[in-house]
């Protein structure tokens, strides 16, 4: 829009905007960042369960959906874009890129069954307060660094901009404490969920689900404390600016970025740590007697905590949209500039949310799930002593201002080594309840009736040939 003039009063073409001094440039980006993060991550939460498919088909050698193009199978959508003898689009080899939109319109034709004598009102509010948090916990995240705005005359609203504005739902000074706080309300939906249902599995769920994430939010927000400590704020801003200069905090405190990883595991629900579901025991942990919307609700929230917390994740130890990892060498980057920039910013950063979530995907599939004791005593036997530990050593090297990277590499390495010198003087000493024990069955070809000799090797002729189709032992 047109400036100002020197001294003067606005132009009377700029009075006008019945909404003018009510919504600030600030205000007025983070509004727009919200309603396209939340869709960002309404669409990522789709193409999630689609990508853990097709990681878990690669792992277990299979194809995965491969079948639901975005044509749906629909002759005349098939050929909407054909022209005669040329196809512009081939809707029907898309990669299964269509199941997502599938499953999710099976899920709101399936019947809404709720069985008899549950809670009515609490059964349908579960499902609404677990998502509720993962929906709103990326609010204070920098997506973009600042941006230069320019200046706007907008309909309505007046003129706007001219300023520098960040890139964030909310640019707030306790940033982190929010979204540790907001993270750890869905519990409550877990366990209104599991106590409504009237069943005697869910309610087991919800239980075990309750005490697992009470356990491992104290180490995580103790890994929390310790990057605050190092770093000196509260605010995410400046946790990616101490990262772009002095190198990410995954290199100089990989002590504190392993227990945030773990609990962010657990308080996910996500294997090893599954036990709140658990199918194996319990059916379907807490969310057994939920089907239709109600029961996508959860697969929903468990998603959207993925993505929040490896958000938060490279904010605390990737450095966000920071492309420096060793914090070395000129910066080439600056905390403010264009919109491109801020595009460039957006991209890095979720590339690393993406990399996180098949990381996260990867462990589901390749750790078998851990039996409920052994990950409480995780939790309170190690978990938890580390991070204190963590947090007094953190607490003596700030008030002596020992922050350099190499100091805090020094103090983590340290605590690893010095936890992992005491693990076994502590089994000995304290004996390991949650050690498996191999029970030796009678008769078995482990422990074989006294005077039987067991052969475990086969004898069919084709199971002993090197080559059993190109061999010469006759298949006949």
């Given at each position: ?12 073409a700029?009075?006008c905007?019945?909404?003018e001094?009510?919504?600030s440039?600030?205000?007025f980006v ?6 396209i993060?939340v869709?960002?991550i309404l ?6 369960i ?8 690669y792992?277990?050698?299979r194809v ?5 193009g975005?044509d749906?199978?629909l002759?005349w959508?098939?050929?909407?874009f054909t022209?005669?003898?040329v ?9 299964g890129l269509?199941q997502?939109?599938a499953?999710?319109?099976k899920?709101?034709?399936?019947e809404?069954y ?9 059964f349908?509010?579960?499902p ?6 993962a929906?709103?916990?990326?609010m ?7 941006w ?9 609203i ?8 960040h890139?964030a ?6 940033g982190v ?7 750890s309300l ?9 106590w ?17 994430m009470?356990?491992y939010?104290?180490p ?6 310790a990057?605050v400590?190092a ?7 400046q946790l ?6 002095n ?6 405190m990989?002590l ?9 595991l ?5 294997a090893?740590f599954?036990n709140?579901?658990a ?5 379907g ?8 919307m109600?029961?996508?609700?959860f697969?929903?929230?468990e998603y959207?905590?993925?993505i ?12 966000g949209?920071s492309l420096?990892p ?12 264009s ?5 460039a910013?957006?991209g890095v950063?979720f ?6 979530v098949c990381f996260?995907m ?5 750790l ?6 052994q990950i409480?005593m995780?939790g ?6 580390l ?6 050593v953190?607490?003596?090297?700030r ?12 103090a ?5 080594a010095?936890a ?5 003087i ?9 050690e498996n024990?191999k029970?030796?069955?009678?008769g078995?070809?482990?422990s074989p ?7 475990t ?10 080559r ?6 006759s298949?006949?």
């Amino acid at each position: 829009g047109p400036a100002r003039p020197e001294g003067g009063a606005r132009p009377v073409a700029l009075q006008c905007g019945p909404m003018e001094g009510l919504i600030s440039s600030q205000l007025f980006v983070s509004l727009h960042v919200m309603a396209i993060v939340v869709h960002v991550i309404l669409i990522g939460v789709a193409y999630s369960i689609y990508l853990e498919r097709k990681i878990s088909a690669y792992i277990q050698d299979r194809v995965g959906p491969n079948r639901v193009g975005f044509d749906f199978g629909l002759l005349w959508l098939k050929s909407f874009f054909t022209l005669p003898g040329v196809r512009l689009l081939r809707l029907d080899r898309a990669l299964g890129l269509g199941q997502p939109l599938a499953d999710g319109i099976k899920f709101m034709l399936k019947e809404d069954y709720r069985p008899t004598n549950v809670d009515k009102v609490l059964f349908t509010l579960a499902p609404i307060i677990v998502v509720s948090p993962a929906l709103i916990g990326f609010m204070i995240i920098p997506w973009g660094g600042v941006w230069d705005m320019p200046l706007f005359d907008l309909p309505l609203i007046g003129e706007i901009g001219g300023e520098r504005v960040h890139i964030a739902g909310a640019n707030i000074n306790i940033g982190v404490i929010y979204l540790l706080a907001v993270g750890s309300l869905s519990v409550y939906g877990v366990t209104l969920g599991g106590w409504a249902s009237n069943n005697k599995y869910s309610f087991l769920g919800g239980l075990r689900c309750t005490a697992q994430m009470i356990s491992y939010e104290i180490p995580m927000g103790m890994a929390l404390l310790a990057v605050v400590l190092a770093v000196g704020s509260f605010m995410p801003e400046q946790l990616i600016r101490h990262q772009t200069q002095n190198g990410w905090l995954i290199f100089s405190m990989p002590l504190a970025a392993v227990l945030f990883f773990v609990c962010a595991l657990a308080e996910a629900n996500r294997a090893p740590f599954d036990n709140a579901e658990a199918e194996q025991e319990l059916v379907g942990g807490y969310h057994t007697e939920y089907s239709s919307m109600r029961f996508a609700l959860f697969f929903l929230a468990e998603y959207s905590h993925m993505i929040t917390s490896s958000a938060f994740f490279a904010l605390l130890f990737l450095g966000g949209w920071s492309l420096n990892p060793l914090g070395v060498g000129p910066h080439m980057e600056p905390v403010a500039g264009s919109f491109l920039l801020v595009l460039a910013k957006f991209g890095v950063y979720f590339t690393k949310v993406i990399l996180l979530v098949c990381f996260m995907m990867v462990i589901r599939w390749t750790l078998p799930r851990m039996r409920y004791d052994q990950i409480m005593m995780l939790g309170w036997h190690a978990l938890i002593p580390l991070a204190l530990t963590l947090i007094i050593v953190m607490s003596f090297m700030r008030q002596w201002g020992l922050t350099e990277w190499w100091m805090l590499l020094g103090a983590n390495v340290g605590l690893i080594a010095i936890a992992m010198l005491l693990q076994p003087i502590l089994q000995r000493t304290l004996g390991n309840p949650t050690e498996n024990h191999k029970i030796p069955l009678y008769g078995s070809r482990f422990s074989p009736v006294p005077g039987t000799v067991v052969n475990t090797a086969p004898t069919d002729p084709m199971a002993l040939e090197d080559r059993p189709v190109q061999g010469t032992v006759s298949t006949a």
